[in-house]
T-cell receptor
Framework: QKEVEQNSGPLSVPEGAIASLNCTYS??????FFWYRQYSGKSPELIMF????GDKEDGRFTAQLNKASQYVSLLIRDSQPSDSATYLC????????????FGKGITLSVRP | NAGVTQTPKFQVLKTGQSMTLQCTQD?????MYWYRQDPGMGLRLIYY???????DKGEVPNGYNVSRLNKREFSLRLESAAPSQTSVYFC?????????????FGPGTRLTVL
C-alpha cells in the first residue's frame, strides 16, 4: 500500500525560529513531492514542489528531498504567526496520471 | 478568472437523501479530482477524471458517482447519503499529467448527513 507519513504533531515553535516538517513515503516509484498549506476552514494551497534530490528554496521556505532515504522535508525560516496552519505532504507516483497521495498533515503553531 | 469553484458551500442532508456537488474550473485544465477530508484522515481521493470523457475510481469511491460533463465541469453525486459521508469535500484540477503538475483546489463543500 502506498503510504505517506507525517509526524502527528502538533508542532509549536516561537516566532523567528526555524520550523522543520518531515514526511516519509513508502513507494520508491514516487517521482514528485508537494507541500500544501491549509489554514483552518480553508482549502489547501501549494507552497512548493520538488522532484530532484537536494534542496529547493523559495523565499523563507526550503524543501529537501532524499530519495534514497525516502523522505522529504519542509523548512520554514523566520517563522511568523501567519505560518500557523496545517501542512500537507503529497506524493505523485510514476504512471499515476496526476494523482496525489496525501499525508494526514501536521499542524504548526507559531507563538508570538 | 475564478479558478476552481464549488457549489454549494454548505449542505445538511438526512440519511437516504441524494444530492449533487458541482465543480467548475476556468483554467482550461484537463484533469479534475474529488477529495474528502475528515479529521485526522487527511485528503482522500474519491474519483478523478484524467481528461474529458474519462473517470476513474480513487481510494474511497463507494457510495459516490461522478460525471465529467465537459472540460470545465465535474460533478459528484451521493445517491443515498449516509452519516459516514459527513465530511468536507474538495474539488481540484490540474493542467495535465506530468511530473510537476500542480493541483488547484476549490473552496470546499461542508456536508453533514443526519
Amino acid at each position: 500500500q502506498k503510504e505517506v507519513e507525517q509526524n502527528s504533531g502538533p508542532l509549536s515553535v516561537p516566532e523567528g525560529a526555524i520550523a522543520s516538517l518531515n514526511c516519509t513515503y513508502s513507494d520508491r516509484g514516487s517521482q514528485s513531492f508537494f507541500w500544501y498549506r491549509q489554514y483552518s476552514g480553508k482549502s489547501p494551497e501549494l507552497i512548493m514542489f520538488i522532484y530532484s534530490n537536494g534542496d529547493k528554496e523559495d523565499g523563507r521556505f526550503t524543501a529537501q528531498l532524499n530519495k534514497a532515504s525516502q523522505y522529504v522535508s519542509l523548512l520554514i525560516r523566520d517563522s511568523q504567526p501567519s505560518d500557523s496552519a496545517t501542512y500537507l505532504c503529497a506524493v505523485k507516483i510514476t504512471g499515476a496520471n496526476s494523482k496525489l497521495t496525501f499525508g494526514k498533515g501536521i499542524t504548526l503553531s507559531v507563538r508570538p | 478568472n475564478a479558478g476552481v469553484t464549488q457549489t454549494p458551500k454548505f449542505q445538511v442532508l438526512k440519511t437516504g437523501q441524494s444530492m449533487t456537488l458541482q465543480c467548475t474550473q476556468d483554467m482550461n485544465h484537463n484533469s479534475m479530482y474529488w477529495y474528502r477530508q475528515d479529521p485526522g484522515m487527511g485528503l482522500r481521493l474519491i474519483y478523478y477524471s484524467a481528461s474529458e470523457g474519462t473517470t476513474d475510481k480513487g481510494e474511497v469511491p463507494n457510495g459516490y458517482n461522478v460525471s465529467r460533463l465537459n472540460k470545465r465541469e465535474f460533478s459528484l453525486r451521493l445517491e443515498s447519503a449516509a452519516p459516514s459521508q459527513t465530511s468536507v469535500y474538495f474539488c481540484a484540477s490540474s493542467e495535465a499529467p506530468r511530473r510537476t503538475d500542480t493541483q488547484y483546489f476549490g473552496p470546499g463543500t461542508r456536508l453533514t448527513v443526519l
